[in-house]
């Protein structure tokens, strides 16, 4: 069923790797130029231009933005019982996890004197963004508020598509998140008019103010990646998210069945999701594909699973040894990364770029997801080369604090002048000498 590329015998450069391995073919500026109309005029127009896309895009238009905070309730009085333990596990794992990133302030005494220290300050007020297209996503509230709440970002705010089935509310299942969270502010507004009025803020339909952002996070489809290209600089934003993806490296060891239902759980997403195998094993290969054509005929969404495994995107790469695999995984840097191999663990540890591993048979991609208490925040299209996933991190600014005595600015003085004097910027040591000016010194 997956497309074969066949690299046993040799390896290709990273160059030739990153031109031959399947990905997805998206066009963000092709985007950019789409959503610019709707960005400018929510700019210009605020609520009412937001409303009027939402409209044309969603089929539906809320007869506010801010979804009020007895819906939120409800959304959680109505929640189905065993959804709402699995998403409290969720938050609590999450919570664990993301607690242990927090950063503790640093000085450095650089002299008799003279100190610097790194103060981490978190973002003001943050938009977080849930997707609401094909699926239903309240696991990303979860990964973007717990962060966020960590970090000690003071304000938040859950945007989501409103969905004509609720009255142009989001989702009711979006709704409960945030309130077992504790967010209150939950906007009805998706894709590019959402990170728009996040960026610009406005006037609700009821005169209440929506205060703009300074940050927006969250993955979502390629307009609203658009919209957070073009406003980056307005706002802060995590990353461009392109189509989901995994890839696993796996040899003969591995199960077919567990590599065949990992591909598919992931191709379930999107239709431009991509699902990578790279091999040691042309039999563990021609097993898996066995085991897709009864697992795809057998799931739910079987068109979209479908269109994804056998796009572009998608593919088996076979390769002659592991160190070849990790050399293909590498420069493939995958959003997720399962290692199915033997000694799964001693693999995992030299992979150089993924956005997050998976070690062995009994961690998929769907325990990240939801309740490994990792991010499933991650970087997509190669960018886990040089980005990370979404983290405590993402919401902190490191500021640093220069606090130094006459003393200690007097004993380097000579050297801050010379380096002033090679940069031809006189002035710049005038500033220091101007303080030491009739010294008997």
């Known amino acids: 069923m997956l497309n074969r590329t066949d690299l046993r015998g040799r390896v290709p450069t990273p160059v030739e790797l990153r031109a031959t391995l399947p990905r ?19 700019r210009d127009r605020g609520v009412e231009a937001a409303l009027e896309y939402t409209e044309r895009f969603d089929k539906v238009r809320p007869s506010a933005v801010r979804v009020p905070a007895a819906e939120l309730d409800r959304a959680l009085a109505e929640l189905d019982p065993a959804v709402r333990a699995a998403v409290e596990e969720s938050i609590d794992r999450a919570r664990r996890v993301h ?3 927090r950063r503790a302030d640093v000085t450095t005494r650089v002299a008799d004197g003279g100190t610097v220290t790194e103060r981490w300050v978190p973002v003001a007020r943050v938009g977080l963004y849930a997707p609401g297209g094909l699926a239903v996503y309240p696991s990303s509230v979860v990964m973007n508020v717990v962060p966020a709440q960590a970090a000690g970002v003071g304000s938040l705010v859950v945007c989501s598509p409103p969905q004509a089935e609720f009255g142009g509310r989001p989702h009711p299942t979006i709704l409960a998140a945030a309130a077992l ?25 009821d005169g209440s103010p ?16 658009a919209a957070k290209r073009m406003l980056r600089g307005v706002i802060g934003i995590d990353s461009e998210a392109g189509p989901t993806e995994i890839a696993i490296l796996a040899d003969d060891t591995a199960d077919p069945a567990h590599v065949a239902a990992d591909l598919v759980s992931q191709a379930e997403h999107d239709t431009l999701a991509a699902s990578v195998l790279v091999t040691t094993s042309e039999a563990l290969a021609d097993a898996v594909d066995a085991e897709l054509q009864r697992r795809v005929a057998a799931t739910k969404h079987t068109e979209r699973v479908e269109q994804a495994l056998r796009g572009t995107q998608s593919g088996t790469v076979l390769v002659s040894s592991v160190d070849d695999g990790l050399a293909v995984v590498d420069a493939y840097a995958a959003e997720h990364l399962e290692i199915q191999t033997a000694d799964a663990r001693a693999v995992a540890a030299r992979v150089r770029n993924a956005g997050a591993v998976f070690v062995g048979p009994y961690a998929p991609v769907s325990l990240g997801d939801y309740c490994a208490g990792s991010n499933h925040v991650l970087p997509t299209g190669g960018f886990a080369r040089h980005s990370s996933g979404l983290s405590v991190q993402s919401f902190l600014r490191g500021i640093h604090v220069i606090d130094y005595s006459a003393e200690a600015l007097r004993e380097v003085a000579d050297k801050v002048v010379a380096l002033a004097n090679a940069e031809d910027l006189p002035a710049h040591g005038e500033a220091v000498t101007a303080r030491f000016e009739g010294d008997a010194r």
């Open 181 to 205: 969270l504790g967010v209150d502010e939950v906007w009805a507004v998706g894709g590019a008019q959402a990170v728009a009025l996040l960026a610009y803020g406005g006037t609700d339909t």
């Open 24 to 42: 997805a073919e998206v066009d963000v500026d092709a985007a950019v130029h789409q959503v610019r109309p709707v960005v400018e005029a929510v």
């Open 210 to 225: 929506l205060e703009p952002v300074d940050m927006v996070t969250g993955p979502g489809n390629i307009y609203l990646t």
């Open 99 to 101: 607690a242990d990133q």
